[in-house]
Structure formats: structure tokens, C-alpha cells
């Protein structure tokens, strides 16, 4: 079964910084656009960064830009995060998906349009 699967989350003090990864099982990114998105308690699930499969671009939400860095490895088998200078409204399950990243519009298009959901990660950062 194609699944995405995520790892490196954990509690963290404000300030800090954690490097999630995203990892395929079943299918191989060479072809796919992949977004990170983090659900809190009681909120929707948002999208914060997404990678472009065929020129390595990026985007990034408001709310994480300047502070996370969306990579992928050469071998294109893992997308990473990397999260620096966390605060406590960093705290979520974060999650990676397979989708369009148009970079260009500055857009990650709607939720509905992304596939091989994993189970998360939990990011907690303390005040």
C-alpha cells in the first residue's frame, strides 16, 4: 500500500528546533509534489510548505516563513523539515503529503487534492 510516514517530532523548549522527515513506502517521490501540513487541537488542518517535484521549489505559509526549511534528498526517496526558533504555536501533528506545490502562485492548492497521508508526527514545543 503507498504511504507516506513521518518521524523526528518530539518535545522541544521554545527556541529550539527539530528536522522532521517524510519517507515513501510502496511508491518513490521522484514525480510527486510533497506538503507538509500540522493540525493543532480544536483547528483545521493547515498546509505550511510544500516541495515542487521537477525543480526542487518552495513555498511556505506566513506563519513558518524564515523559520522552516523544506529539502528533499538527492536520491529523492526523503522530504525534510527543518524547523528552527519553535514556538509553543508550533505544537501539532504534522503531517506529509503527496500533492501539487504550484511555487510559482505561491500556492498549495486544497487538502482534498493531496494523497498518501501518514500518520503524523508530534511536535510539542514548551514556553
Known amino acids: 500500500q503507498a504511504q507516506l510516514g513521518e518521524s523526528g517530532g518530539g518535545l522541544v523548549q521554545s527556541g529550539g528546533a527539530l528536522r522532521l522527515s517524510c519517507v515513501a513506502s510502496?511508491?518513490?517521490?521522484?514525480?510527486?509534489?510533497i506538503g507538509w501540513f500540522r493540525q493543532s487541537p480544536g483547528k483545521e488542518r493547515e498546509g505550511i510548505s510544500c516541495i515542487n517535484s521537477s525543480d526542487g521549489s518552495t513555498y511556505y505559509a506566513d506563519p513558518v516563513k524564515g523559520r522552516f526549511t523544506i529539502s528533499r534528498n538527492n536520491a529523492k526517496t526523503t522530504v525534510y523539515l527543518q524547523m528552527n526558533s519553535l514556538k509553543p504555536e508550533d505544537t501539532a501533528v504534522y503531517y506529509c503529503?503527496?500533492?501539487?506545490?504550484?511555487?510559482?502562485?505561491?500556492?498549495?492548492?486544497?487538502?482534498?487534492?493531496?494523497?498518501?497521508w501518514g500518520q503524523g508526527t508530534q511536535v510539542t514545543v514548551s514556553s
Open positions: 503529503a503527496a500533492g501539487p506545490c504550484y511555487t510559482a502562485a505561491q500556492s498549495m492548492g486544497f487538502i482534498s487534492d493531496y494523497d498518501y
Open positions: 510502496g511508491f518513490t517521490l521522484d514525480y510527486y509534489d
